[in-house]
């Protein structure tokens, strides 16, 4: 699962079973679900059982899928019940079965086939635009509006990233601030350690994140978290130059569509038309594709390049190299990086104690150093093994270490069982679906990253019985 499924994934999961069935009355939030949050098993189950009038039963689930991947089945089976497709039904004397929750299966089929009026993908205008826009001029809205936002989440560097033609509202910036991806000191805005992993994530995954801050202050603005939630499934399912109407928009929608606009998410050319064009932040939502190959001239999303892009020269002397011109990105390297010299399409520095440290300060981590001069590493520099010089990583690292003596990991901890065997059978499986922590077996007690999947696992097993 992506990193913006993931995201997206989470606040579904806390949702309660009658925002779903809300949720699901819409075609499209159906077919997003679909297309967005299920792994290829977990479709193939769904595609299965979509037009089967009666409840399945789960030996005949079981028969669909090798013996020796029991553990993808029940990944895919838990994550369909976490996001109340699957439903299971247990009528005593009857053998345990599973059917599609309605009206997710009656919106999917509705969404595959057509039909109806609901009008859940969009209302395309019947007139043509006195002011078209091209789909290049929308790419260059989003561009410049999104790296507005990067730039003021980096602008306490002391590098100037203002573009005169955007201008971040005081929502924007509120957001930002709750989501606790920047901080204010005075007058100051400084980045966090929330706010430098932000940055490393690729585009879709950043709008993602904080679309769910705004869905968490939905409610503070008066303003519906499912007709929210619905819109913007909807936005993702809309064609990228193709402009709207917003006469079947409901006022939260409209009022969404002025915030979206801040994010270079949406566009429209007045508050007052009555059309809006999706950018391709928007049509890019609820599908694997990438939202903006950079985000400015030259800024590959850092977790994800790996396409020999890469513009850092680092060596191990820790002088450091980036071919850029970028505003943005010489503003991230001065996060971690006393720079001293400037040319016009290059800056150079020095990786130092003191700089490492003011990035520990802002809670900037080394790993995170690390992976971002990793990913961004220059293709003469992808010809050594190891890609960065291990005088330097370590030294890094070492820097950090210097005043941290503990690291923290959230998380949940299992206790109490009743014996040594049921408590090795469920360490076990936390450990084969990658989220154990840490165990000790003599008092029967470990500790894992997500507890979803071992709560199921601990259920399944008390149906079972011994």
Not at 83 to 102: D, E, I, K
Request: glycine share 8%; charged share 20%; aromatic share 10%.
């Amino acid at each position: 699962m992506s990193g913006s499924s993931l995201r997206s994934f989470e606040y579904l999961e806390g949702l309660p079973g009658t925002v779903f069935n809300r949720l699901y009355q819409q075609p499209s939030t159906a077919l997003a679900i679909f297309r967005r949050m299920l792994p290829h098993l977990a479709k193939s189950f769904v595609m299965a059982m979509l037009y089967i009038s009666h409840p399945l039963l789960v030996t005949d689930i079981e028969s669909w899928v090798r013996p020796d991947s029991r553990l993808e089945r029940d990944h895919a089976v838990s994550l369909l019940e976490r996001l109340h497709v699957l439903t299971a039904s247990a009528n005593p004397g009857q053998p345990r079965a599973y059917s599609l929750t309605n009206p997710f299966a009656a919106s999917l089929r509705l969404a595959l086939t057509g039909g109806g009026n609901h009008k859940s993908f969009g209302v395309p205008c019947n007139t043509p635009d006195k002011n078209p826009i091209s789909i290049a001029e929308l790419d260059e809205f989003a561009r410049r509006q999104w790296e507005g936002v990067l730039g003021y989440m980096v602008s306490g560097t002391g590098i100037s990233l203002a573009d005169e033609g955007v201008k971040l509202s005081q929502g924007v910036k509120a957001l930002l601030q709750f989501g606790e991806l920047v901080m204010s000191r005075g007058k100051k805005v400084e980045i966090t350690q929330a706010g430098f992993a932000f940055i490393l994530q690729e585009v879709n995954a950043q709008v993602w994140t904080l679309l769910v801050y705004y869905l968490d202050n939905a409610e503070k603005l008066r303003m519906d978290p499912v007709d929210v939630l619905s819109f913007l499934f909807m936005l993702g399912s809309l064609e990228l130059g193709q402009d709207y109407s917003k006469a079947t928009l409901t006022p939260t929608q409209l009022q969404m569509l002025e915030d979206l606009g801040d994010f270079g998410i949406v566009y429209q050319s007045a508050p007052s038309s009555t059309r809006f064009y999706p950018t391709r932040l928007a049509t890019t939502l609820t599908s694997d594709a990438g939202a903006l190959r950079s985000v400015s001239a030259g800024f590959d999303t850092a977790l994800n390049s790996g396409d020999g892009k890469g513009f850092i020269v680092i060596e191990t002397n820790y002088r450091i190299y980036a071919y850029t011109s970028s505003q943005l990105q010489i503003a991230i390297l001065q996060l971690f990086t006393r720079l001293n010299t400037r040319y016009p399409n290059m800056v150079a520095g020095k990786v130092t104690r003191e700089s490492i440290r003011r990035a520990v300060s802002m809670g900037i981590t080394s790993d995170q150093i690390i992976s971002f001069l990793s990913t961004h590493a220059h293709p003469q520099m992808r010809k050594n093994n190891p890609i960065l010089p291990p005088t330097v990583v370590d030294q890094i690292r070492l820097w950090q270490i210097e005043g941290e003596r503990m690291k923290a990991t959230a998380g949940f901890l299992f206790k109490d069982f009743v014996n040594a065997s049921e408590f090795e059978g469920v360490c076990k499986y936390a450990e084969e679906i990658g989220v154990l922590a840490w165990k000790n077996e003599s008092r029967r007690m470990f500790f894992v990253t997500r507890h979803e999947q071992v709560a199921a696992y601990l259920r399944n097993k008390q149906k079972k019985g011994p």
